[in-house]
T-cell receptor, first 112, second 110 residues
Framework: NAGVTQTPKFRILKIGQSMTLQCTQD?????MYWYRQDPGMGLKLIYY???????DKGEVPNGYNVSRSTTEDFPLRLELAAPSQTSVYFC???????????FGDGTRLSIL | KQEVTQIPAALSVPEGENLVLNCSFT??????LQWFRQDPGKGLTSLLL?????REQTSGRLNASLDKSSGRSTLYIAASQPGDSATYLC?????????FGPGTRLSVLP
């Protein structure tokens, strides 16, 4: 049982490039989330989804896009990468909004 | 806007001590509150989740309490061990998403 799997683990991008961070879960969870964590800070919610075909903005959605075509996958896309998007990105999932969240190991992204 | 704070930011204790980590939130209209552990370079591991109707939850040496009226939660760790060294984060479920505190970095010295 893999839980929440994120790829890649590390990535360096140049300003203006785009990329997709992958997230997949095998727990049949309905809810999925994308967070970013900056040094010394708590996690901030970027986007979340309560089921396939449904996505909604979190606290810091600007510069990002998501899609949820299946229950298992919730990719996060960065368009026109900017230095301010240098961060550690975490994907999480839960059965519903009242159950514990399960996290992936994160993607460390640097934009130079 | 919901804000979550954690005090202290860092804590160093000798092995065997009992300790308390604090979490405060500004709006008491939360669905639940969750405590996580984060090891360096790793993701978050869920420790305890307290629903809004509950007062506390226990798991082994860990006990978390919730007082919605005062906007506070505490995580009590009994008989601390070096393996407990990590960053501990609290997060409240505030309307379809979680708001995280900045964490308390705990070091348990042998």
């Amino acid at each position: 049982n893999a839980g929440v799997t994120q790829t890649p683990k590390f990535r360096i991008l140049k300003i203006g490039q785009s990329m997709t961070l992958q997230c997949t879960q095998d727990m049949n969870h309905n809810y999925m989330y994308w967070y970013r964590q900056d040094p010394g800070m708590g996690l901030k919610l970027i986007y979340y989804s309560v089921g396939a075909g449904i996505t909604d903005k979190g606290e810091v959605p600007n510069g990002y896009n998501v899609s949820r075509s299946t229950t298992e996958d919730f990719p996060l896309r960065l368009e026109l990468a900017a230095p301010s998007q240098t961060s550690v990105y975490f994907c999480a999932s839960s059965y519903d909004g009242y159950q514990p969240q399960h996290f992936g190991d994160g993607t460390r992204l640097s934009i130079l | 806007k919901q804000e979550v704070t954690q005090i202290p930011a860092a804590l160093s204790v000798p092995e065997g001590e009992n300790l308390v980590l604090n979490c405060s939130f500004t709006d008491s209209a939360i669905y639940n509150l969750q405590w996580f552990r984060q090891d360096p370079g790793k993701g978050l591991t869920s420790l305890l989740l307290i629903q809004s109707s509950q007062r506390e939850q226990t798991s082994g040496r860990l006990n978390a309490s919730l007082d919605k009226s005062s906007g506070r939660s505490t995580l009590y760790i009994a008989a601390s061990q070096p393996g407990d060294s990590a960053t501990y984060l609290c997060a409240d479920n505030y309307g379809q998403n979680f708001v995280f505190g900045p964490g308390t970095r705990l070091s348990v010295l042998p």
